[in-house]
């Protein structure tokens, strides 16, 4: 039963376990909140997470953006139950281009689609990074190494995605791909200069934002010779870049402020202050519930009108249960035509890191 209706707020936070806990649930209710992203901690099976998603849904009106970092490969956050989705990079190393560009698409709306059908609002995917030796934590998460290759791809996913009924959100802005310090756990920085990060990284995003991109993730890095803040804090790439130049109207989500990329910036309420005024519309406060509970208590959020239409056009559109799903004939050729794909060896990189 809905409670009360509120606006969107702009933070998301996260969740212990497998269900809502009495804290959780006022947590949730507080005005500030406007979105939850669920890990693997938080999933048992698909039962388990579709009642999960309906309470949290049931808590509000208009209800709480429920998200999952679910790209495929290292990055999927639901299993037993789910297809397992190949690495984005085996989707771009077919020799056909078409054929890539086809299973791009498929693997989106396979991806969108079972999550929808349990409650899932978003995934922060599609990977817009270059690919490449240098970062290994984009690594196989990327299309291709070829920009344009990429931004090829990520049109398909995202084309994919839109038919499910599922948003898509370009990550991660203006690219992570060519620095080899993983802000999970750095600071990384990048020394060139923009017009070098313009005529290779950006190509992705430029030709997504063209194509009409509905969300974007910026990066927890410095480009020292743009601006001495990270990308997502920084209202040189945020306003002046990505709003002004890139004229991208969509729907901004920081990158994790538990990161120790997001370190510089300060206190978590001082990080959540620093990522909105620098044109963040959500910030995600995950992995420290007392982090997120002290931007919720002490940061300084004003009140925004755009940001309730930015955030409500982020919604899910569901119209099936994943068993209901699962018996139909779109949903069992695109999976087999997916699945097919030959699943690259795994690396043992820590349960919920990457974002």
């Known amino acids: 039963m809905i409670s009360t209706k509120l606006s969107l707020g702009p933070v998301m936070c996260d969740l212990r376990g497998l269900q809502l806990e009495a804290d959780e649930r006022e947590m949730l209710m507080h005005p500030q909140v406007g979105g939850i992203i669920l890990f693997t901690r938080n999933f048992e099976s698909p039962d388990q997470i579709a009642a999960l ?24 956050r639901f299993r037993d139950g789910f297809s397992r989705l190949p690495a ?151 306003k002046q870049i990505l709003r002004k130049q890139l004229e991208f109207q969509g729907t901004i989500f920081s990158d994790d402020l538990s990161m120790k990329g997001a370190e510089v910036m300060g206190t978590y309420p001082e990080r959540a202050e620093a990522a909105l005024d620098a044109g963040c519309d959500m910030v995600l406060a995950c992995n420290n519930q007392q982090g997120a509970i002290s931007i919720l208590d002490n940061a300084n959020i004003p009140a925004s009108i755009e940001l309730q239409s930015r955030l409500i056009r982020m919604h899910g559109h569901f119209d099936k249960t994943l068993h209901e799903l699962k018996q139909t004939k779109i949903w069992q050729e695109r999976s087999e035509a997916v699945l097919q794909l030959e699943i690259a060896p795994e690396l043992d990189l820590g349960d919920d890191l990457f974002d």
């Open 53 to 76: 998603c309906k309470d949290i849904h049931e808590l509000r009106q208009p209800h709480l953006l429920i998200a999952v970092d679910h790209e495929g490969g290292r990055v999927q």
């Open 88 to 238: 984005c990079a085996l989707l771009g190393q077919c020799h056909d281009s078409k054929q890539s560009e086809l299973l791009a698409q498929q693997a989106g709306w396979l991806m969108a689609s079972e999550l929808l059908a349990v409650g899932i609002d978003l995934s922060f995917a599609p990977v817009l990074d270059v690919g490449g030796k240098i970062s290994q934590v984009i690594g196989d998460r990327a299309f291709h190494v070829n920009p344009e290759q990429v931004a090829l791809l990520a049109r398909a996913y995202m084309r994919g995605m839109k038919e499910a009924g599922m948003a898509a959100v370009g990550k991660h802005f203006p690219g992570h791909g060519s620095v080899f310090e993983d802000s999970h756990v750095a600071i990384p920085y990048d020394n060139r200069s923009f017009e070098d990060i313009k005529m290779k990284d950006l190509v992705p995003f430029e030709r997504m934002i063209r194509a009409g991109l509905p969300g974007l993730m910026p990066a927890h890095v410095i480009y020292p010779k743009v601006d001495k803040n990270p990308a997502g804090f920084s209202e040189i790439w945020l």
